[in-house]
């Protein structure tokens, strides 16, 4: 049977495509835009018919309506990564979390950790030799293809087709619906003087020739701003955004420096604008691929002089960061920010910063202190850490002693705080 005849078979409505599913499933969903509207809307339409059904994924971008605490024996979420939709589900207690480094969700779906009964995702238009294009998410999603007894596509002319391992072919699609709706757009982070005053530190430690992990939020945008009078820059990261499409367009980025993929753009996930994902399509610059090859601290750290580039909310003066809760309360995830800690950490002439305003709600608390939060999940170990970036300097820690990180520290918080940050240290006896 001819491919374009194997896709006729498969078509059908999202409603009826969404049929698949049986009581007791795990579907596993693409990070943000990769999700498929049609599909997880007819889900939630369809929820009150299943049973024990879980949707699994990291970052939802839109609030469907089985995200409802009334129908959770019918249709729950568990999350490997916060998001505005499902936060307010994790703080009510209806919605549950599985920890996990981005890179290893891969292997635990393949070892049966993670379930992953289904797929479903957005996919590109079908090529002539039947593939289709995962390229707004690769991530785990291809592990999740493996393992999965069935996958469904949500076909949309507006997503790109991208290079790299993001591609599953018709046979292997058990059913698909086609959708022509524009692929949500995510818009740049707001940045003030305390980011710009931050991203100029990072931008003035990255030398020429650097290859890059640029991670989400305002602070990594203004680094991003900030760099483009380097040259020959190159791309190693989990999130291809308008940032990194900017520095192309700028000349910035040729990755002609890079000793590992020389050439190549490499990322998991795509999240930005109509205009990002027109960058996508086809470019031969950019490669797509699965998280645990894009993450792996060991490939990753094959790139010479790595600069990974990631946010917390507070860190303690040993240097543990917390990225990811406001004390026990889960505000997003792990995701790669441990990843590409340690991948900078083995690349030669690599840096891992740590980025952070010094302070939270309208100056009123500091975000160093002596020790987190009780509760606090930790993200980035005190093992790992290495260069922290506030609006008042840098902090290089790693190879440094209990005492002097608190020095160091306590020279780049805030000034109102460095009194009482000074007297608690030696209540600790570091200092």
């Given at each position: 049977m001819s491919?374009?005849?194997?896709?006729?078979?498969k078509r059908m409505s999202a409603a009826d495509a969404i049929r698949v599913v049986k009581n007791g499933d795990t579907i596993v969903v693409p990070t943000a835009v990769g999700e498929p509207p049609s599909l997880?809307?007819?889900?939630?339409?369809a929820r009150r018919e299943f049973r024990d059904v879980?949707?699994?994924?990291?970052?939802?971008?839109?609030?469907?309506?089985?995200?409802?605490?009334?129908?959770v024996e019918n249709v729950r979420h568990t999350a490997y990564f916060y998001s505005g939709a499902t936060r307010p589900g994790a703080k009510e207690g209806w919605v549950d979390f599985i920890p996990a480094y981005f890179s290893e969700m891969p292997a635990q779906i393949d070892r049966g950790l993670m379930p992953a009964d289904v797929v479903v995702s957005m996919a590109s238009p079908m090529d002539e030799h039947g593939f289709f294009s995962l390229a707004l998410a690769a991530?785990?999603?291809?592990a999740a293809i493996r393992r999965a007894r069935v996958v469904v596509l949500e076909v949309n002319p507006n997503v790109p087709f991208a290079n790299g391992d993001c591609h599953i072919h018709i046979s292997q699609v058990t059913a698909l619906c086609e959708s022509d709706e524009p692929i949500l757009e995510v818009g740049l982070?707001?940045?003030?003087?305390?980011?710009?005053a931050i991203g100029k530190y990072v931008a003035d430690m990255i030398p020429d020739g650097a290859?890059?992990?640029?991670?989400?939020g305002g602070i990594p945008d203004a680094v991003v701003m900030q760099l483009t009078d380097k040259r020959d820059l190159g791309i190693h990261t989990e999130m291809v955004g308008d940032g990194i499409m900017s520095l192309v367009e700028a000349g910035v980025v040729t990755n002609r420096k890079k000793n590992y993929h020389p050439g190549k753009m490499l990322a998991t996930f795509a999240l930005g604008s109509k205009k990002l994902y027109q960058f996508m399509h086809r470019n031969p610059a950019l490669?797509?691929?699965?998280?645990?090859?894009?993450?792996?601290?060991?490939?990753?750290g094959q790139n010479d002089?790595?600069?990974a580039i990631n946010a917390t909310m507070q860190i303690d003066f040993l240097g543990q960061c917390g990225s990811e809760s406001l004390g026990p309360i889960p505000y997003s995830g792990t995701g790669g920010q441990s990843d590409f800690v340690r991948a900078a950490n083995r690349s030669n002439g690599g840096k891992a910063f740590i980025v952070l305003p010094s302070t939270a709600k309208d100056d009123t608390i500091s975000r160093i202190v002596p020790t987190l939060s009780p509760g606090t999940h930790v993200s980035t170990s005190k093992n790992d850490i290495n260069y922290v970036v506030t609006e008042f300097g840098v902090a290089q820690l790693r190879g440094k002693t209990a005492k002097q990180r608190t020095e160091a520290l306590i020279g780049i918080a805030h000034p109102n705080f460095r009194g009482e940050l000074r007297d608690a240290a030696k209540r600790l006896k570091l200092l």
């Open positions: 491919v374009q005849a194997l896709y006729q078979q997880l809307t007819a889900l939630s339409d879980q949707v699994s994924q990291i970052l939802a971008v839109r609030k469907y309506g089985y995200l409802d605490p009334e129908t991530d785990y999603t291809m982070p707001k940045i003030g003087p305390v980011q710009e290859t890059l992990q640029i991670g989400y490669e797509m691929h699965p998280v645990d090859f894009t993450n792996d601290p060991y490939l990753a002089n790595l600069h």
